[in-house]
C-alpha cells in the first residue's frame, strides 16, 4: 500500500500547547496563510519594519490585508495614512487584521478615527483529543471534500451567496485556493455539505504555525437552522485530528460563537478586523 503523505505544515505540530502558545497561535495560522498568499501572482506582498501587508487590483478587503503590526506611538498615525493612501490610489478596499500581538494597544482607536470600522471576531481554540468522533448522521445530509477546479468553483458559489459577496470575489478566491492546491495533501483544504445533493455548506481547513485552523464556514439562508455549519465544522476537525494536529483554532464571528462554543472551543482572545474602503471616506 502507498504511504500517505502528510498535509503540508504537518512537522511543525508541537508535542505541547500551552495557553500562551495557542494563543499566539490563534494569529500565527493566519499569518502562515498569508505566506502562501505572498506566492499568488495576482497580490504583492510587502515584508516591512511595522507590519506586512498585500496589496492588489482586486476589490477585495481580503487581498488588500495589513497584519502583523508593531507601530511606535509616534509613527502610528503616519504609518496608517500611508496604507489609507496606497489603497486610495489603487481604488481598493483594505482589511487591518488586529490581535494580541498589534502594538501599540491604541491601534484599533486610531484605525476607527481614520475612517475604518471594526468587524469584530473572537480567536478561539479546540483541544482536538476532547473533540467527539463524526459520525454523518443518516439522512439526506452529505460532505465531502473539493479535489477539483468543478468542484472548487461551486463551493466558492456557495460561499458568497452565504455572505453576501459578489461572485468575482468567489472567482478570485478560487483562483488564489487553486493556486495553493487541493486535496488531502495540500495545507489548504475545503469542504462541501450538500442536501438531497444539493450544495448547501461550506468549511475550510488551514494547516498552518502547528495548527488546523478552521475558516469559511457559511450556510445558505434557506439551509440555516438545521446543524449544517457545525456538521461541515465536525467533519473539517475531524480530518484534521486524523492528521494528527492537536488543536484547532478559528475566529468567530458574534453569531457563530455559540455553535463553536458548544463543539468545545474556548474563548482565548478578540482578532480585530477593521475594513476601509474609499465609499466610505466623507
Known sequence: MAQRRQPIGMADVPSYLSMASTVQAVEAN?????????????????????????????????????????????RLDAAIDERIDACRR????????????????????HLIERGFFREPA??????????????????PVQIREVADRESLGVWTRVLCEAFGVPQPFGDAFADLAWSIG????????HFLATVDG???????????????????????SARRRRGLGRL????????????????????????GLGVYRSLGFQDLCPIGQYIWAPQLET
Open 198 to 220: 444539493a450544495p448547501a455548506a461550506t468549511c475550510s481547513l488551514f494547516f498552518g504555525a502547528g495548527v488546523a485552523g478552521i475558516y469559511d464556514v457559511a450556510t445558505l
Open 30 to 74: 493566519l499569518f502562515a496563510f498569508f505566506q502562501h498568499v505572498r506566492q499568488w501572482p495576482r497580490v504583492e506582498w510587502h515584508d516591512g519594519p511595522e507590519f506586512c501587508w498585500t496589496i492588489s487590483d482586486l476589490p477585495f478587503p481580503l487581498f488588500n490585508s495589513v497584519l502583523g503590526a508593531r507601530i511606535a506611538g509616534d
Open 182 to 189: 487541493v486535496g488531502e495533501t495540500s495545507s489548504f483544504r
Open 232 to 255: 461541515v465544522t465536525q467533519a473539517a476537525l475531524d480530518q484534521a485530528r486524523a492528521a494528527g494536529y492537536r488543536a484547532a483554532i478559528l475566529h468567530a464571528s458574534s453569531l
Open 90 to 109: 489603487r481604488g481598493v478596499p483594505m482589511l487591518w487584521w488586529t490581535g494580541p500581538s498589534s502594538e501599540p494597544r491604541e491601534l484599533g482607536q
Open 122 to 139: 473572537y480567536g478561539m481554540a479546540l483541544d482536538l483529543a476532547d473533540a467527539p468522533a463524526f459520525r454523518l448522521p443518516p439522512g
